[in-house]
């Protein structure tokens, strides 16, 4: 599913940026560019992380292993 559509990034890619250490949005967006363009992905971004860190599941999305 397409997350950032300024710079198209997917969240498997996003996962995967996480799951390589990025901490938080500013580190995503250092990374892959998702989250730098019109802002409009953060909330997604956040919870993806939130989900990384285990946190609730976010609905469309697979809790890191």
């Given at each position: ?9 997917s ?15 500013d ?5 892959c ?33």
């Open positions: 599913m397409l997350v950032c559509s300024c710079f198209a990034v969240d498997r890619t996003l996962r995967s940026v996480i799951a390589a250490g990025a901490r938080d949005a580190e995503i967006g250092e990374r560019d998702a989250g730098t363009g019109c802002g409009g992905c953060l909330e997604e971004i956040s919870e993806l992380l939130l989900c990384h860190r285990g946190g609730e599941p976010v609905a469309g999305t697979a809790r890191a292993a």
